[in-house]
């Protein structure tokens, strides 16, 4: 009995079945499914691979950035500190008793509580929900402690919040109280101190060697005396009450608060005290003030964005600080700390759907190299069913169902683990990104199918071949100017829009430009590949013209060197990214601070200054120490238009030698010591409003100014792009302040010694807030995706590479094979195969990173990374030329290596007659 053999999946492939009226009913072939699926589980499986890693890094990226972005709102709030709190301010009414002097109001602390209930009741729900309970403090001036030599200075506050005044335990002595028997007294204008009964912590009185029952000697700057009299020392129960925030000095003594080298103390007050205070001063001399502290943890970035509007609301409906009545008037600054958070926020989320977008594209590459590679192994299966009668709907529906298998789960196996790791998965990118995967493999698979059973026949009329083959070349020189006119209108596009506009800005721009500019190189490959046969062919050495003629004989595939260079060329861009960032922080705190250290001091006056800087300089460690006055918010003006800049006052010759000492610009080599009774200054603006050669004023008082000239450009310094500097001696004779507040010192213990020398100043080390800077939540998390998608793209890239040699195997070592019958050794044959694969690696060895600075070149502009460097200016592209160069074609190297290898285990085992009969079958 003769045994049948069994069908193959091709064979079994049956046509789809007519239903009544003629039309086919589309039948699926279950066993042709899954026939094909195994037998081509590795590429489905590495298909699968990347597409749950894709689905995951797309899915989780937009959660990231939210969080991140709520994270960076509650930094840029803490950070801000009292430049975001909300405060509200109120005249005080006037207290003329009936006899024509000043009354006693026993219920003052009701009416200032009172105060705190209006500025509450004024508050937006939205806004008042993301506050703090208020604290209000009633502050006098700050007097002279006239007891010694020392320079201290006494402050009174009163304090109290939503539950009442701090609690304190009085360990000696009582609570102040009212200073007279009749609580409603009336004092004279002119009368003598009134007194006044506050009470010390223990800190504050061991400093000032008080007990209760003793007077502090104070005064004014008018040396007016004040009855100030300790009722009793007492200890906070609760150290960290909010209520103790506005006034650190009234439990402990503050340095430098009024000066350098002043120590400022603060005695308490109490409900019944606080009359006498309103006694003991003008109207002027005391300040109530009812301030609503952020609260950090209870934002995000959505509510913050509500926040600024509602801030922006109440500052426009305050009342100006002219008007003497009693309406109040809101200050603060929060909605300008929100503003620069906002614009932050929008070049991050540009930066990160760029980078995002770039790792979609060489995904979408390696995808379709995964389907090119399935459709050539079943070229003939898919052939050989169509021949059958299989219709082409039923074809691609098959393959639909298989690569939606595939591709379905893996996005699912991705948004888990995004929901896992990130605690939220958009679908934002994952959509599109698995529909174009499950689309690709049955595209490649349905357009073989169709040109193997294609009934059109090769013309034998010449002009007709011509005909075709011009007809193609024009369809591909369309295909390349559409590919290349999107890649340069997205590009135009970026660079003429705002920053602040991120839902509309061309985020695909660096992709695009990296797809045109690739596919016009791997469009030259068959010429260079045809240029070195020529050469090959006059040559020698057999060897090089076998892979010459191998290399020119797959050159014309364009998907294998496309997607391999446009993979390597965006992941060049991601580290020029990463790099220009990164030296852009390191440059931007250099701005910030001038110098390794800088210190800000309270104080006007000059002689400690001068002591700061001897002493600095003198301490190991330290190579310059230059003090300057910089003045931020001065007004110039220029051809009648107000002009505000940061006036810095410095001895211009000690300066130059300190910026010769930093990376920042040095100044000019024009003197700045004389001039013609102008100020020689040298000048920097944003606007150009400012620039060398224009005359320009300062004004100082009332109907006089002092003038200026422009003679250079000003190195950047500080926050922003306008600055102004003149030299001290030429300030000096025109009459300028010139009194140091700020000093600045290089070498690496500059910050030690300013510290020291200052004993407690405001010190800002360079390498501090270079820190701060890199590990803030918006720079930190775009330098982590930057490198992920470098490295990403750098797999997807060789990832691709081994697909296309894999996909071009079987003919290679067919051909190979033969060339053994002729004597060709096998180690000859490794090389012969070496230089097949060889051209899409040395394109993309030498155009990739070249290409990829160039991206940066172009497209980094439009990101506004100055944003975040905090730099005046955007940084410079910094392009690690050589280590981008080295590492690519170090990985295209060993990936070479590995694929010939991997190639020679899996064909050893193929003996040489098998490729003989097999043919071109």
Not at 180 to 186: K, P, Q, R
Not at 418 to 434: D, H, I, M, Q, Y
Request: hydrophobic share 50%.
């Amino acid at each position: 009995m003769t045994r049948r053999r069994p069908h193959t999946d091709a064979e079994q492939q049956q046509p789809s079945r007519p239903e009544p009226g003629g039309r086919r009913r589309l039948v699926l072939h279950w066993p042709s499914i899954r026939g094909r699926a195994r037998a081509d589980a590795g590429p489905l499986l590495l298909v699968a691979a990347v597409v749950a890693a894709v689905a995951l890094l797309a899915g989780a990226t937009p959660p990231l950035i939210r969080s991140t972005s709520d994270d960076a709102t509650r930094e840029a709030v803490r950070r801000a500190a009292d430049d975001a709190a909300v405060r509200v301010e109120a005249e005080w009414p006037d207290d003329y008793g009936p006899n024509g002097g000043r009354a006693r109001s026993p219920g003052l602390a009701a009416d200032i509580a009172d105060v705190a209930g209006r500025a509450e009741f004024q508050l937006d729900p939205g806004l008042r929900s993301a506050l703090r309970p208020p604290v209000t403090t009633v502050s006098s001036i700050s007097l002279m402690i006239t007891d010694g030599s020392v320079q201290r200075r006494l402050q009174l506050e009163y304090l109290t919040n939503a539950t009442g005044e701090p609690a304190v335990t009085w360990v000696s002595g009582r609570a102040p109280g009212p200073s007279a028997a009749d609580e409603f007294v009336e004092i004279p204008l002119n009368g003598g101190p009134w007194p006044m009964q506050v009470g010390l912590s223990e800190a504050g009185a061991a400093a000032l060697g008080v007990k209760p029952g003793d007077r502090i000697p104070v005064q004014d700057e008018r040396r007016n005396p004040y009855d100030v009299r300790v009722s009793g020392v007492f200890r906070p129960v609760d150290a960290n009450d909010p209520a103790w925030g506005p006034a650190p000095w009234v439990l402990n003594p503050s340095a430098n608060r009024d000066g350098f080298g002043t120590t400022r103390i603060g005695a308490l007050l109490t409900a019944e005290s606080v009359p006498d205070l309103r006694l003991a001063f003008r109207t002027d001399q005391l300040r109530r003030v009812v301030r609503f502290d952020v609260d950090p943890d209870t934002l995000t970035w959505e509510s913050a964005q509500a926040l600024a509007a509602s801030v922006g609301t109440l500052k426009g409906s305050s009342a100006v600080s002219a008007e003497r009545d009693q309406s109040l008037k809101w200050a603060t600054q929060l909605d300008s700390v929100l503003s620069d958070l906002r614009d932050q926020v929008a070049t991050a989320t540009a930066q990160a759907s760029v980078l995002l977008i770039a790792v979609l594209a060489g995904a979408l590459l390696v995808i379709a190299l995964a389907a090119d590679l399935l459709t050539r192994r079943r070229a003939t299966a898919l052939a050989t069913a169509r021949r059958r009668g299989a219709s082409l709907p039923g074809l691609a529906a098959e393959l639909v169902v298989e690569s939606a298998a595939v591709a379905v789960p893996a996005a699912l196996l991705g948004l888990a683990l995004s929901f896992a790791l990130a605690g939220g998965a958009s679908l934002t990118w994952v959509l599109p990104f698995v529909v174009i995967a499950v689309a690709a493999g049955p595209a490649f698979g349905t357009l073989t199918a169709a040109r193997a059973t294609r009934d059109r026949r090769a013309p034998a009329n010449r002009s007709a071949r011509r005909w075709i083959r011009n007809t193609q070349l024009i369809r591909r020189f369309a295909v390349d100017a559409a590919v290349v006119a999107l890649a340069v209108a997205s590009l135009v596009a970026l660079r003429q829009r705002d920053i602040g506009s991120t839902v509309d800005l061309p985020a695909a721009a660096p992709t695009l430009c990296a797809l045109a500019v690739s596919l016009l190189l791997v469009r030259l490959l068959p010429l260079a590949t045809g240029l070195v046969l020529r050469l090959a062919l006059r040559s020698r050495h057999p060897l090089a013209l076998f892979g010459a003629a191998r290399a020119a004989a797959t050159s014309a595939r364009v998907l294998p060197a496309l997607a391999l260079t446009t993979a390597l060329a965006l992941s060049a861009f991601a580290v020029t990214l990463y790099a220009t960032t990164d030296r852009g922080l390191s440059e931007g705190a250099w701005q910030t601070t001038g110098s390794d250290a800088r210190l800000s001091l309270t104080s006007d006056s000059s002689s400690h200054a001068t002591d700061v800087v001897s002493r600095t300089a003198a301490a190991p460690g330290v190579r310059h120490a230059v003090a300057a006055r910089v003045s931020e918010s001065a007004r110039f003006i220029a051809d009648n238009t107000a002009v505000p800049a940061r006036l810095i006052v410095v001895d211009t010759q000690a300066f130059r030698q300190l910026l010769a000492d930093t990376p920042l610009p040095p100044l000019p080599a024009t003197s700045l010591t004389g001039g013609d009774g102008r100020v020689p200054a040298l000048v920097r603006t944003a606007d150009g409003s400012l620039s060398p050669g224009v005359d320009f004023r300062l004004p100082i008082v009332t109907n006089q100014a002092v003038e200026l000239t422009a003679v250079g450009t000003a190195p950047v310094l500080g926050v922003g792009d306008d600055v102004v500097v003149v030299d001290t001696s030429a300030a000096t004779a025109a009459g300028l302040p010139a009194e140091p507040n700020t000093i600045w010192a290089t070498g690496p213990g500059a910050a030690n010694a300013l510290k020291a020398a200052a004993s407690g100043g405001r010190v800002v080390a360079r390498t501090d807030l270079l820190k701060e800077r890199r590990t803030a939540p918006l720079t930190s998390s775009l330098a982590a995706l930057s490198l992920l998608t470098a490295a990403i793209l750098l797999v997807l890239g060789l990832l691709g590479y081994a697909l296309a040699a894999a996909a071009s195997a079987p003919g290679r070592w067919e051909t190979l094979a033969r060339l053994r019958t002729l004597g060709l050794r096998p180690r000859d044959t490794h090389r012969v195969a070496a230089g097949e694969l060889l051209p899409p690696a040395v394109v993309a060895a030498l155009c990739a990173p070249l290409l990829g600075a160039l991206l940066a070149w172009s497209a980094l502009g439009p990101l506004a990374l100055r944003l975040l460097t905090a730099q005046a200016t955007d940084p410079a592209v910094v392009t690690p030329w050589w280590q981008l160069t080295a590492a690519t074609v170090a990985a295209l190297l060993l990936t070479l290596i590995a694929i010939i290898t991997a190639e020679v285990v899996t064909r050893r085992r193929r003996r040489l007659s098998e490729t003989l009969r097999v043919g071109d079958s």
